[in-house]
């Protein structure tokens, strides 16, 4: 179900004018209207819209539910084997549509200006070289990165701006990708590195945020070497 599918039902479940959420109390009880939305988006349940909210509606205002006690146990053990199976579906449809993408990325990009492809399947290029020490695995790194997704909407899924400070990092602490970049890169240097998923999070994926079988491209710079 889209979020703006939700909107819709909600709103025809309900059948009441839009709060104005002029007072605090409205603006709190909206806000957690969004957390539990959210929530229910993440179960990836299928739901009857109007039905959840006559039982949202009947529960917070005392009212006797409609199903006996037998009924609720029977219902609540089917959603959640349908939410298990539905979860297990988008997964492997995931998995392969990204692992699709990443490996026509992989493909394409090896033949790019400036691209090596190391033994490992990382591919990396130069954006700004310099001469200064490399790290070796004992060392701490710090650096700024942005990351995104092959195959996903292009936005940044994570970075150190987002966090408002760079990264502080073991070189051989992260992710297997992140142990071999280190290791190519000279202090102030800029990569960027195409990171396949046996190097990067395989086929359990980074939830909320990577995919299963995911490529991941990261921009890196090197800010910091320290033991």
């Known amino acids: 179900m889209t979020h703006l599918a939700f909107i819709l039902l909600f709103t025809a479940a309900t059948a009441q004018t839009a709060p104005s ?8 009880s909206y806000a957690l209207g969004q957390d539990v939305a959210e929530s229910l988006k993440q179960t990836e349940a299928d739901l009857d819209v109007p039905a959840l909210v006559q039982g949202l509606r009947d529960h917070l205002e005392g009212k006797p539910s409609l199903l006996s006690g037998a009924e609720l146990i029977k219902a609540r053990t089917r959603a959640q084997g349908s939410m298990l199976q539905n979860r297990e579906k988008k997964r492997a449809a995931d998995a392969a549509k990204f692992g699709k993408a990443g490996q026509d990325f992989l493909a394409k990009n090896k033949f790019e200006k400036g691209v090596v492809t190391t033994a490992s399947g990382l591919q990396y290029q130069v954006l700004t070289a310099t001469t200064g020490p490399r790290p070796g695995p004992a060392n701490r790194v710090v650096f700024d990165y942005k990351a995104t997704v092959v195959g996903g909407t292009g936005v940044e ?5 987002s966090r408002g400070k760079p990264a502080v990092v073991g070189v051989s602490d992260g992710i297997k990708g992140w142990t071999e970049a280190f290791q190519l890169m000279t202090l102030g240097s800029t990569y960027r590195f195409a990171v396949p998923p046996q190097l990067a999070y395989g086929a359990q994926g ?16 090197l800010r910091e070497v320290a033991k």
């Not at 959420?21 to 709190?28: I, V």
């Not at 995919?211 to 991941?216: D, E, G, I």
């Open 21 to 28: 959420l002029g007072t605090d109390k409205e603006r709190d």
């Open 157 to 161: 899924f994570d970075s150190s701006a």
């Open 206 to 221: 980074l939830p909320g945020k990577v995919p299963a079988n995911a490529t991941v491209v990261y921009e890196i710079t």
